[in-house]
């Protein structure tokens, strides 16, 4: 079974700059996550989508991040314009369901480091 | 508003040596709790995950409790290995939200 799928796993642009994450869940999973991980701090979760709509956007900093899983699959993370505080590796995350099923586990992509300079 | 913290936030062991990490949850109404792993410049991979009706959950030579009473669970591992050095993260489900909660993360060396 092929995991989750992130590109670029690398990205260095400068501040005010705009960049673009790609997510491709795990086939049949209806929920995708975004999390945004500082170095040295625990996964912080951004935004969340159940099938192709938002469930829970309330920490997405929406006056520069943007996200959309159109048609319930893949889905894109994009930042404009980039502020030094945004160098993090961002995350994205899949379940075949909700977490509050039974023995339902969440599994995550590689990444994307993104550095602002 | 959940709080998830992991004590301590770094461990080095000789190889061999058995092995407990904390994390400890603010939400009583916990509906299950993962625990990661995390190498450098990877990103999770899940090694256990344990229900809040559940007291326990083993997967080789790791053991997870979970003790909802106390806000804590702890993740056991036997008989340590340099393989086994990384950053390993907890993280819950509350009952009221679909998502997850992490910890900070306890970063592990195992020394050969």
Redesign the interface.
């Known amino acids: 079974e092929a995991g989750v799928a992130q590109s670029p796993r690398y990205k260095i642009i400068e501040k005010r700059q705009s960049v673009a994450f790609w997510c491709n869940p795990i086939s049949g999973h209806a929920t995708l996550y975004w999390y945004q991980q500082i170095l040295g701090q625990g996964p912080k979760l951004l935004i969340q989508f159940q099938n192709n709509g938002v469930v829970d956007d309330s920490q997405l900093p929406k006056d520069r991040f943007s996200a959309e899983r159109l048609k319930g699959v893949d889905s894109t993370l994009k930042i404009q314009p980039a502020k030094l505080e945004d160098s993090a590796v961002y995350l994205c995350a899949s379940s075949l369901v909700d977490l509050r099923h039974l023995n339902t586990e969440a599994f995550f992509g590689q990444g994307t480091r993104l550095t602002v300079v | 508003k959940q709080e998830?913290t992991?004590i301590p936030a770094a461990l080095s062991v000789p190889e061999g040596e058995n092995l407990v990490l904390n994390c400890s949850f603010t939400d009583s109404a916990i509906?299950?709790l993962?625990w990661?792993r995390q190498d450098p410049?990877?990103?999770?991979?899940?090694l256990l995950?344990i229900?809040s009706s559940q007291r326990e959950q083993t997967s080789g030579r790791l053991n997870a409790s979970l003790d909802k009473s106390s806000g804590r669970s702890t993740l056991y591992i036997a008989a340590s290995q340099p393989g086994d050095s990384a950053t390993y993260?907890c993280?819950e489900?509350n009952?009221a939200?679909?998502?997850?909660?992490?910890?900070?993360?306890t970063r592990l060396m195992v020394k050969p």
């Open positions: 998830v992991q509906y299950n993962q990661f410049g990877k990103g999770l991979t899940s995950l229900q993260l993280a489900t009952n939200g679909n998502m997850l909660t992490f910890g900070g993360g």
